[in-house]
């Protein structure tokens, strides 16, 4: 092996720099964008003339920002629950039913991840015209939900998956009806996986942005929406705080994650 | 409760899965209290009649009653029947204590109930002091004592066992074995238990039923299957056997000649082969073969034989000697001061057969 210990000689320093430089440019535009929140320079000059927090205060003084926070966050919850009770559900038909066309109805599950999300969101545009749902927040869940379901699909699928069903044997023979079964022991066993389901769904709908501008009206605009409209305005750094705010909540919730994963492994 | 009704009673029971029959009309009566044994090969319909009887499949035909009343269609929580299955099921996110308790808590016992029967399930496999762990921080063997205390907590009317050591080394089965044995006398519970490995049906069953295709070919206790073996199948599954090819010559009354592929001829009763014809096949015991230089006196069939491979095992020596017609057999002798006896490779000898330790099996 190319790793094996003590061995490879200069190879593997080659590999530890190769191994910085992708981190590097993984992660140097968003230490930018938080270095840029802190500086007092108007036109995003760098390196910062000075440090200051003003963008911070003039986010929080503006209300609109404050709403388009509460209404992603609304959003997010809403759509984790419910793709994660509808993908669960769907996960579970999927992996327990035998029935014809199983896999074609997987395909078909998970098609919004690969279908372009443009075309998604034309499609949802045209469709809730005629509904009435555009702007309005039920139009939000529905469009979100396409984006969300595959990722509870399939992280509950691939629980499911790995779970013995002669546990649910072992709990019936015990005495336990179904639901007191999928209660006390289907459910806590796969949980890691519908916490995996649950984050990854409330990612997805909060830094969604294509269809939240096709949905969007004056009045209900996400957060995304807001930065994309305010961006298209004027170029202020308010944006560049908005945006650390943004990437600290997701690396707080990939935090959990990992930590969940963590957990798990040892079994 | 009446002790006559049977604690399990299966009629003429058929699970056919599209054109394969997987149990092909077995019917058994299990006794209150009996240890009876599944033994069969994978795939002979033992594990699926017991799923049927768990509840986990419904028959195409036929009945199941469970002291005297039929279960079929009953879903398995309400059978009150106790399970122990092949993988370690235990719940792995509940403790131990939480596992055994499983049972009672979806019935709704108080708690201080829940508690006591618990501690009593515990130390009936000697666990008490495991009850805080989690099942994966127990061995194998704990695991599955774990899973026979959450089967028994609820005082099941009938125990269902599935090859519940098959994971198992083997000093945990034969410890795991022993403690099953002691628990049924102790407890006195109905157990019907599903293996592979004769021995271990020998050395833990009442009656061990041997399944075939679906089917029962022999219930009985080991000496039965042993000694009177209904069927060749059953010959050759339990223990070791010897075959031999013959043909029916003569009928003289209750009495038939059966010339062997040497020149030999066996008469024997004609019992399970009244009406056979033409080849039968004769199965021996290798203890029941005594091999000597010389032909015997004439109460035994002698077929000459060249003495094949031996093995010096102390106690017990084992031959492999070929017959004239070219059959192979093997041959058990008791060593000892006494009967000091050692054939040598090469040599002639005879094998003595007595006729009344000869089964003979018609040729289907």
């Given amino acids: 092996m190319i790793l094996t210990r003590g061995q490879g000689g200069l190879f593997r320093y080659v590999l530890y720099g190769h191994a910085a430089l992708a981190m590097a440019f993984l992660l140097l535009p968003i230490v930018f964008i938080a270095l840029l929140s802190l500086g007092s320079s108007r036109w995003l000059a760098f390196p910062p003339p000075e440090w200051t927090l003003k963008w911070y205060q003039e986010l929080a003084g503006d209300p609109r920002w404050a709403e388009s926070l509460w209404l992603s966050l609304r959003l997010a919850l809403c759509v984790t629950i419910l793709s994660v009770l509808l993908g669960g559900a769907a996960a579970f ?52 939900l396409i984006i969300a ?50 984050i990854f769904s409330f990612l997805a709908s909060w830094d969604e942005v294509v269809i939240s501008i096709f949905m969007a009206s004056p009045q209900l605009q996400t957060l995304p929406v807001r930065m994309w409209t305010s961006l298209r305005m004027d170029l202020s750094p308010v944006i560049a705080a908005v945006s650390t705010l943004l990437v600290l909540a997701s690396m707080l919730l990939m935090l959990v994650l990992g930590l969940l994963l963590i957990r798990r492994a040892p079994k | 409760m009446n002790d006559t009704i049977p604690a399990v009673q299966l009629t003429d029971l058929h699970k056919r899965y599209g054109d394969f029959a997987a149990v092909d009309g077995v019917s058994l009566e299990v006794r209150k209290g009996e240890f009876l044994t599944f033994l069969g090969s994978s795939g002979s319909g033992k594990t699926t009649t017991l799923n049927m009887i768990a509840g986990f499949d419904e028959p195409t035909s036929g009945q199941i009653r469970l002291n005297g009343i039929s279960v079929v269609g009953l879903p398995p929580p309400r059978r009150n029947i106790g399970m122990v299955f092949q993988r370690y099921t235990l719940f792995p996110h509940m403790s131990v204590e939480g596992n055994v308790a499983f049972p009672l808590s979806v019935r709704a016992l108080p708690k201080a109930e829940i508690r006591e029967r618990v501690r009593n399930a515990l130390r009936l496999v000697q666990l008490e002091q495991f009850g805080m762990r989690r ?68 050395r833990m069953s009442d009656r061990i039923a041997v399944f075939q295709h679906g089917r029962i070919e022999q219930v009985g206790s080991g000496e039965d299957l042993y000694h009177r073996p209904a069927t060749a199948f059953v010959a050759g599954f339990v223990g070791n056997s010897n075959f031999l090819r013959g043909e029916v010559a003569e009928r003289r009354g209750h009495q038939v000649a059966i010339k062997l592929a040497g020149e030999a001829m066996l008469t ?48 017990v020596v084992t031959y492999q000697v070929r017959t004239a017609g070219g059959e192979i057999l093997s041959v058990r002798q008791g060593h000892s001061r006494a009967n000091p006896r050692v054939l040598d490779v090469g040599t002639q000898a005879f094998a003595m057969i007595a006729a009344e330790r000869c089964h003979v099996f018609a040729v289907a």
Wanted: overall charge positive; proline content about 5%; glycine content about 8%.
């Fill in chain 1, 93 to 144: 038909a999927l992996t327990r039913g035998r029935f014809r066309g199983r896999r074609l109805l997987k395909a078909f599950f998970v098609s919004p991840m690969i279908v372009p999300v443009v075309i998604v969101a034309i499609a949802l545009y045209s469709f809730s015209l005629k509904l009435g749902l555009n702007g309005t927040f039920i139009g939000f869940v529905a469009g979100h």
């Fill in chain 1, 149 to 198: 379901v595959p990722f509870s699909v399939i992280c509950v699928g691939n629980s499911l998956r790995a779970f013995d069903i002669a546990l649910e044997q072992a709990a019936a023979i015990c005495g336990a009806s179904r639901l007191q079964t999928l209660r006390r022991v289907t459910i806590p066993v796969i949980a890691p996986g519908l916490m995996a389901a649950a």
């Fill in chain 2, 135 to 202: 099942p994966s921080q127990l061995s194998g063997g704990q695991q599955q004592r774990v899973a026979l205390a959450r089967a028994l907590v609820y005082e099941p009317q009938l125990l269902l066992m599935d090859e519940p050591l098959g994971a198992l080394d083997k000093k945990l089965r034969e410890e795991i074995q022993l403690a099953i044995r002691k628990l049924h006398h102790r407890l006195g519970v109905t157990i019907l238990y599903v293996t592979h490995d004769q021995e271990e049906a020998l």
């Fill in chain 2, 268 to 315: 024997v009763p004609s019992g399970s082969i009244a009406t056979a014809a033409g080849a039968v096949r004769i199965m021996v015991r290798p203890e029941e073969i005594e091999l000597a230089p010389e032909r015997g006196n004439g109460a035994q069939v002698a077929i000459s034989v060249e003495v094949g491979e031996r093995i010096f095992l102390g106690d």
